[in-house]
C-alpha cells in the first residue's frame, strides 16, 4: 500500500500499530550446534552476534548431528555408541546404546523416525524420534557413514563407504530402490534444491553427481584433496576439501568449477543458512569459516571447543529459548 501524507496524518493509530508489529518480528536468525569430538562437547554458536551461547557435555566422542526445526538436536557419539536427544538447552531429553558403530545421522520429521548409521555391521538404525527406541534395521554394504534425506523426504540417501557405493531408500516402506557405483570411499553426501545427490568421495578427490529417482550417474566431478561435506546456496554446490583446508565451489547448471576457496585446517562439516551464507567447521584449528555464497567472501568465524566436526544438518534456523 502506499500512503501519503495526509493519510500518515490522519492515521497514527494505524502507523503506530505497524511500527509496534514489525518490532515485535525477531529478525533471522541462525543458531549452529557443533559436535567438537575431542572436547567431548557440542558448542553452541550464534552466528548473528559470533558469540558462543554454550558448550554442552556430551560424553563418548560426538561426530553425527541432526538438528530438528521443531526444537531438538540430535547427536550420536561413536565412541560410547550413544544417540541422544537434546532440547535447545542442552537438556538431555532421550537416551540410547546401540551397538555395533554408530556414525551418522539424519532426521525423518515427517514420520518421526531417526535414522543412524552402523559402521561396523552394515546396516542403518531405524529410531523412534521422540523416544529413541529401535523400530527396525536397513541392511547396506560395507562402513555406511554419511547420512541424508532428499528435500521432498522420500529418499534417504546413504554412502556405503567401503562398498564405493550409495544406496538409496523409499523412507515409507524403507525399501531399497537403486544402489549406484561412486568413487572411492563415499563419506559424506547431500541433496541439492533440486533433488540431484551429490557425494563427496574422500578416496578419488572427486564428487558423485545422482539422479536419485532412476539411480544413475550423472556426472564425476574433480574437486579438492579429500572431500568430505557438500552444501548448497545462490545456485552453487561446496565442498570442502579435509587436506587442502579449502572449499570448491561448483556451479550447479553445468557442475564447471567457479572457485577454490582457503577456509580453515582440515574443514569437515558444513552446512547453508537460509539467507545464503556458508559454515565451515575446521577439524584441526577450532574454528568455524563463513562464506557469503553470493560474492564467495570467506570471513574467519567463531572459535569453537576442541575438534569440531559437526557431521550433518548442524544448523537451527531461530533464536534460542
Request: proline share 7%; aromatic share 6%.
Amino acid at each position: 500500500m502506499r500512503w501519503s501524507r495526509c493519510s500518515v496524518r490522519r492515521r497514527p493509530d494505524l502507523i503506530g500499530a505497524l511500527l509496534a508489529a514489525l518490532l515485535a518480528v525477531p529478525a533471522a536468525a541462525d543458531i549452529a550446534f557443533v559436535t567438537c569430538q575431542n572436547a567431548d562437547t557440542v558448542s553452541v554458536i550464534d552466528l548473528d552476534t559470533g558469540l558462543e551461547r554454550a558448550r554442552w557435555s556430551v560424553p563418548g566422542k560426538p561426530a553425527g548431528v541432526a538438528v530438528d526445526p521443531g526444537g531438538a538436536v540430535y547427536t550420536v557419539s561413536p565412541d560410547s555408541k550413544t544417540v541422544r536427544r537434546h532440547d535447545l538447552t542442552g537438556t538431555v531429553t532421550a537416551e540410547a546404546v546401540l551397538d555395533g558403530g554408530p556414525i551418522g545421522v539424519a532426521l525423518d520429521a515427517a514420520r518421526d523416525r531417526l535414522f543412524v548409521s552402523d559402521w561396523y555391521n552394515a546396516r542403518v538404525f531405524v529410531l523412534d524420534a521422540v523416544a529413541l527406541e529401535v523400530i527396525t534395521t536397513l541392511p547396506t554394504a560395507a562402513a555406511p557413514a554419511g547420512l541424508a534425506l532428499s528435500p521432498d523426504g522420500l529418499l534417504l540417501a546413504v554412502a556405503e563407504r567401503d562398498a564405493d557405493r550409495v544406496s538409496l531408500f523409499d523412507t515409507e516402506s524403507l525399501a531399497v530402490l537403486h544402489t549406484a557405483a561412486v568413487g572411492s570411499r563415499p563419506f559424506g553426501l547431500s541433496f541439492a534444491p533440486d533433488g540431484r545427490l551429490f557425494v563427496g568421495n574422500v578416496g578419488s578427490n572427486d564428487v558423485t553427481v545422482i539422479d536419485p529417482g532412476v539411480g544413475e550417474v550423472l556426472a564425476t566431478v574433480p574437486v579438492g584433496e579429500r572431500p568430505y561435506g557438500v552444501a548448497f546456496a545462490a545456485g552453487r554446490a561446496f565442498v570442502t576439501n579435509q587436506y587442502q583446508n579449502s572449499v570448491s565451489v561448483l556451479s550447479l547448471e553445468d557442475l564447471g568449477p567457479v572457485a577454490t576457496l582457503d577456509v580453515g585446517e582440515y574443514p569437515e562439516g558444513i552446512a547453508a543458512t537460509e539467507d545464503g551464507t556458508i559454515v565451515v567447521a575446521n577439524w584441526f584449528d577450532n574454528s568455524l569459516s563463513l562464506i557469503d555464497a553470493a560474492t564467495l567472501k570467506v570471513t574467519q568465524g567463531p572459535a569453537t571447543a576442541d575438534g569440531p566436526r559437526a557431521f550433518g544438518a548442524f544448523l537451527y534456523p531461530g533464536h534460542l529459548p
